[in-house]
């Protein structure tokens, strides 16, 4: 892992005014190749600012010199963290911005008593033409993006899991995987800590009845109480039966 240049800050906004969120914003536009089906940028001050009751927000940004490289937004939901977005311009990749943004959210979701991070990340293998086109429109690649992860300590839940809105039509994204990353290496992850988190994760936008009906299903496709930590750079037993 690269080590990160001593010039390079990370720090947490707070502020709603903070002009590094306008920066984050655009970095996040530059870096992933479908920006509309993020968080917008337009949400970050409400954010910070904590109007959003139901979680604790953050934000942290890498900045050299007063300019933003990267950053992340994640949640501290009641049992463990989830990443709702990681990203780095261009001329910082490979520096090791991006396992400092990590590993500072990390230590957040510790010092909070929580048992890790989630995310979820597009698999290569089950996207369209047109994702992989904008892919390269944008300069990114994501089986690089899930071998990056993976060096970052994330790796696949073995569980069929997709995004319940955003897709054609707004129904549910499929090319997804869901990660985890312990803050102690594991080789699984319990049901329950996926199904609560995803649950306090999901409810704000989804509503109690669609959460609950996505989390039925959720556990019908699980294998167990307990599921495997697959790398990161390999899908769920559930996809890889159903591409072969």
Do not use: C
């Not at 556990?219 to 769920?236: D, H, I, M, V, Y």
């Amino acid at each position: 892992m690269p080590a990160v240049p001593p010039s390079v800050t990370v720090r947490r906004i707070t502020d709603p005014h903070d002009p590094a969120l306008a920066a984050f914003g655009e970095v996040q536009r530059r870096s992933y190749y479908a920006p509309d089906t993020l968080i917008p940028p337009q949400m970050f001050p409400d954010l910070v600012a904590g109007a959003d009751s139901g979680r604790r927000n953050r934000i942290l940004v890498a900045e050299r010199a007063g300019t933003v490289l990267g950053g992340t937004l994640y949640h501290l939901l009641p049992r463990a963290g989830f990443n709702s977005f990681l990203g780095i311009d261009a001329v910082a990749r490979g520096t090791g911005v991006g396992h400092a943004l990590h590993r500072a959210a990390l230590d957040d979701v510790q010092a909070h008593g929580l048992a890790g991070m989630f995310a979820d990340s597009v698999y290569a293998g089950r996207q369209s033409a047109e994702s992989r086109a904008a892919e390269a429109r944008t300069g990114t690649d994501p089986l690089a993006r899930r071998a990056a992860l993976d060096r970052l300590g994330f790796r696949t839940v073995d569980l069929g899991y997709w995004q319940p809105v955003g897709g054609p039509d707004g129904g549910p994204v499929r090319d997804l995987d869901l990660l985890y990353a312990p803050l102690h290496p594991a080789l699984q992850v319990e049901l329950k800590l996926v199904s609560d988190t995803l649950e306090a994760y999901w409810q704000p936008w989804l509503g109690g009845l669609h959460t609950g009906t996505e989390l039925r299903g959720l556990r019908e496709r699980a294998a167990g109480a307990s599921l495997k930590l697959l790398p990161a750079t390999e899908t769920a037993q559930y996809w890889q039966s159903r591409e072969s």
